[in-house]
């Protein structure tokens, strides 16, 4: 299976070198290119990428309200993968929020790259261990004050024992050697709370924990 990439970036430089780099693959297909948010929005709807690499920060509309846009018009079908320059952006909670599956440096090494796209068009989200720490827990406790509109008295002992590793950043491997169960009874755990919390991926997941107070910012968990 060939990935469609769309590529929008308002730096030339960057958006020519991350197309060239990505064209280099056999699995992976650069479709278009954009130079702002509202380019992206229209290229991605005419081409229907699989996965839309976009600079959270474009003219005309921003990458956040371009991911929101493209997400939503696919219905979840293009998956938006954010760029970004400074690993403690503002703006990456809300680039999730809005429905992106995670986020990129712009000085990612070329093989970073390749797994980045390769992993958000395979339907997962791109949070690693330090992304989860840096990144999330800070935004999601300096932005949420209000009480959480939802809870997780729907969800089992085991079910909620889940959601908790998976915001600290682990893998369905590890969460399996850590709580002694097979690989298939994880991914059966997380199917079931994906459902009964309507989360997409593991991105939203993330963020639930945090709002809900499961997995507190700032902290070290064992």
Do not use: C, W
């Amino acid at each position: 299976m060939v990935i469609r990439v769309l590529v929008a970036d308002d730096q030339a430089v960057v958006r020519t070198a991350f197309a060239g780099l990505l064209n280099t693959q056999d699995d992976i297909d650069v479709v278009g290119e954009a130079e702002d948010g509202e380019q992206a929005v229209l290229r991605a709807a005419e081409l229907r990428p699989d996965v839309a690499l976009l600079d959270i920060r474009m003219p005309k509309l921003s990458g956040i309200d371009a991911a929101r846009g493209i997400v939503a018009a696919s219905g979840g079908a293009t998956r938006a993968l954010m760029l970004t320059t400074f690993g403690l952006d503002e703006y990456v909670y809300d680039a999730l929020t809005a429905g992106a599956s995670g986020f990129l440096l712009k000085d990612a090494t070329f093989p970073e790259l390749l797994h980045a796209v390769r992993v958000v068009a395979d339907g997962h989200a791109l949070l690693a261990p330090e992304i989860t720490g840096r990144l999330i827990a800070e935004f999601t406790r300096q932005r949420v004050s209000a009480p959480p509109r939802r809870s997780i008295d729907g969800l089992t002992a085991r079910e909620a024992e889940v959601l908790v590793l998976i915001a600290r950043g682990l893998s369905n491997a590890a969460i399996a050697d850590r709580l002694t169960i097979t690989d298939h009874t994880v991914k059966t755990h997380i199917n079931r709370l994906f459902a009964k919390m309507e989360l997409r991926d593991r991105a939203q997941a993330v963020i639930l924990a945090y709002e809900l107070g499961l997995v507190v910012a700032g902290t070290r968990q064992p």
